[in-house]
């Protein structure tokens, strides 16, 4: 799923903290005796949880708990973004992708005790699925009309049946956290590593060892290592970062490349930066034919040689240079290099040239006349960028562009909008020129993208909601989103999106601009630490982390 | 005159100068980036150093001055103008008039500015020139920012009204308008004073503040506001006291006009 | 109060009442003549009505909370019946006022010459020498200086005395008819005082304007005016020649004024040297 995001409500949040050094505590766990002594890791949410209902999930904080908490069937490994078997050890997809059996383990508990069954599975998916319920996780289920069937087997195995075709079916399991059926509990009962034991609104959640999570390490050793997670509910990224170095948090995702270079210039050994993220920035053309600009303008919008001459203008490594102090990568296009599977490696970096640019300008009949740029109808070419206020990498974006587009005789006017106004613009009166934003990017498979890329969709920016294609471009990426998200051959697949791929970086309609790297910190105290550009970041192996001395 | 006047005198007068003679003074234009260089500490090339975006601080400094000086006063002294109209009148007049005028000022006071400079900003076009946009907000804040001043100024001209020296110039037939302009007007001044002297350094920052309305100066033409949005998230006085030289020209800026004039003030009196 | 003189020698003649809604009259049927080149004493004490009388006659009471009701005629025209525009033109031109404390009475914000100007533009137009000459001779009348440093200076920078004096000369610059002294000199100082009495006088002969002067002082109006009038709780309750009121008063209330002044004369400067030692 793609969201357009603020600067004020930044993407997925989490920061850790552990403070002290080992706290021993003893567990009795089936039977046998085994000490731990993992500490407790501290970080921050970034808003308050807004459920501990796994299938209610929609915001970045309650999406942490739900990792730290949920058991799944299958899980998508951070590093490797291979799926890989969790309370299901095997699990096969029917051809016609409508289909999906899962063996599971057995002799697992859940955190209250209550065993694990097939009809866990069987009434987790029936919740999710249930129309009444809502579920946003459940919404990239829903295909088509009619009801899920659950075969339950044997209570290791079931087989569940979709009423259509589900692309990439498997994955979107890694987000379904198992509840139980029996439990008095109710969501509290959880499988993950960890289970909420404290939560005060406003100020923090405390999350503490799973007894009964089934997971073991390498030497036999049962996981998690840690005893308890603090999470802080701290929307003040300022005061993320001061408590950070001071040692009250052990990890914070996402920084802010300034806050990265701060940190970086007193304690090098806490930063990482995990290189291009799968989140882009991105300038586009209001393409809308109703919108209430002058004719001229969207002759100009509507013209991809316009938009790829823009494009060439920008110089691309100026703005991740100078904008995001290098922590940035010049974009390709609509997907990050980071999306290793999914990404068209065929396609490289845009090269910048504003002397090239020019000169397809003056072949589409654009002029110079003094410095100024005119169209051929002698219409100076100016237009304005919005983006939203208090994102500063956004202004000063636009600001470089500003200047780029100067040197080809294009006056661009920056004004910046309270975030309201410019959803207004952007989704309602069509009142804008061009816009920067930013899309955050959860989802590697490019069927979460759907809502971004079919003509008729709401989300297709440039020209949203379109009866029928409107260009022949549009037309063959609806059919090539539709045809890669009706197969279940992952090859396939893979074509259609590559194909689309190059069709937005040829026509432009979104000017990708750079990719962001993923950056975050982690305190010297936590061991095991691996960030990734994937969220969550730094506490995606959050089982395996420890602070202190294990 | 007084040794801190001449300071004052030479103070502004080389400021002015320095804003009027931006073009030959800076090194580059407000607007020139280099990119090679940016946030740079002073040096020979670049006497404060450079800003974020590599744009050279003195020139920016210079031609900030130039919008802010001109158009902070401006809009002082618009809304000086309606303090004065609308709660020296008000108290003049009295009665019916004051009572009008006070319940507008409250009907002001209570309005969601933020949701109607939303709206001023959605009635403008997008297109417009850095510069109409920073003169359309120092107007509208000089169109907004009269009513407490306004309040002072009705209760004192009220009093006033009931002034000998304002029955004394009736009795010598004055017609009202004298009346209130010559008599009345003069000694609202201190309020007058204080409130035109404190609106300079209000609006400067709010200008800077309706950035985010997308009001105000517009990139890339500075303004002291936009200058010292610069000082936002600066952890420490000490590393970079180069960026502090436009907050220091604004509190240099405006004691040097107090000065001046309240001298002038004190003198007359 | 002879009204057997030839009608164009009267200047004023008024017979009004003036109340402030739901209180008793301020002024009850007042009746009051005044002749051309007549300085006539107002004389009551302190709420008897006596600025509420000036104010009238200048037609500024506040015409909706305090009408006054009757007729005041001046060179026979009714001063009730004019519109603002019609008395404005009077005030200042005809009817000129001066009022008690001159410190309060000039504007502490304006400089001297500014506020001459600005009394001479309400009724005459010229060159800003015709200004300048009109306030140097009304200046020259007061005896005062006339050149640039004094009329530079602010209220604030002059003697009391200085300040009334500008006052007058302000009040007499257009040769009103008749000046209304609202106790012109109680706020003076007992030689300043009878500096002041001695100008009125001066520019009474020498202009021939009429004066009215208002005061709760019976002694110090003796040595100025040809008639008094004894204002006491809103009505004129005796009105005749000075040397009449003073040797042989007809009311009850004139006679106990009368009474007063031997009395205080002798009381007052020894008891303030009393109080004086005491402390």
Known sequence: MRRHKSGFEQMTNTCGTAISVAMLCLGFLLGHAVAQGGGELRFCLRTEPKTFDPLKVEDDASASIRYLTGGVLVRVNRQTQDLEPGLAVSWKVSKDGRQISFRLRSGILFSDGTPFS??????????????????????????????VETNVVSPSQIVITFPAQVAGLDRLFDQVAILSQRSSKKEMAVLGPFMVADYKPGSSVLLKRNPNYWKTDEQGRKLPYLDSIHLDIQPNRDVELLRFKRGELDLINSLDSEYFDKLAATSPQVVHDAGASLDSEQLWFNEVAKSPIPNYKKNWFRSASFRRAISEAINREDLSRVVFHGHAQPAVGPFSPANKFWFNSKLKPQPYSSDAALKALQDEGFRMENGTLKDKDGNEVVFSIITNSGN?????????????????????????????SLIERMTQTFDYEAIILGLTNVDLDPNGEMNVWLSSSENHQWNPQQKAP??????????????????SDPKKRKEAFDRVQEIVVEQEPFIFLINKNALSAVSAAVQGAAPMILSPQTFWNAERLFVGTK | MSLWQKLACVILALVLCGSVAANWLAPAGYAKQYREATDAPPSRAHWLGTDEMGRDRFARVLYGTRISLLLAPAAALLSTLMAALIGGLA??????????????????????????LITARALMPLNVSPLISVMVTFMLLGLLGWTTAARVLCTTAASLRGSDFVRQAQAAGLPAQRLFWVHVVPNLK??????????????????????????????PMPSWGSLLKELEGLVSIGEEPWKFVPLILLVVVVTSFQVLLSKQEEMAA | MSSDASQNQILLSAHFSVRYAGKPPVLRGVQLEIQRGEVLGLVGQSGSGKSTLAMAILGLLDKKRSPAEGTIRFEDIDLLQLSERQLRALRGRSIALVLQSPL?????????????????RAHASGT????????????????LPSDDEFLRKYPSQMSVGQAQRVLI??????????????????ALDVITQSEILALFRELNHSTGMAILYISHDLASVAGICDRIAILHQGEIVECGTTNQIFTNPQHEYTQRLMAAIPRLMHANAPLHAKTATAQ
């Open chain 1, 470 to 487: 409107e260009t022949a471009w549009e037309a063959e990426i609806d059919r090539l989103m539709r045809a890669q998200a009706s197969s």
């Open chain 2, 91 to 116: 108290g003049y007049l009295g009665g019916i008039w004051a009572r009008m005028a006070m319940a507008v000022t409250d009907l002001f006071l209570s309005l969601p500015w933020l949701f109607l």
């Open chain 3, 128 to 143: 800003s020498a015709d200004c300048a000459d009109a306030i140097r001779n009304s200046l020259q009348g007061v005896s």
């Open chain 1, 118 to 147: 097939a009809e866990d599975v069987a009434y987790t998916v029936q919740q999710l699925m249930d129309p009444a319920l809502h579920s946003p996780t459940g919404d990239a289920f829903r295909s088509g009309t009619g009801n």
């Open chain 3, 104 to 120: 309060s009475s000039l504007n502490p914000a304006l400089k001297i010459r500014t506020q001459f100007k600005e009394a001479w």
């Open chain 2, 190 to 219: 201190p309020v007058l004073y204080a409130q035109f002297w404190i609106s300079i350094p209000v609006f400067i920052l709010s200008e800077a503040n309706l950035g985010i309305l997308g009001l105000g100066v517009a990139e």
């Open chain 1, 392 to 420: 500063k990498y956004r202004e000063r974006m636009a600001v470089l562009i500003q200047d780029d587009l100067q040197k080809i005789g294009i006056r661009v006017n920056v004004v910046t909008l309270d975030f309201p």
């Open chain 3, 169 to 186: 000369a302000m009040a007499v610059m257009h040769r009103p008819a008749l000046l209304i002294a609202d106790e012109a000199t109680s």
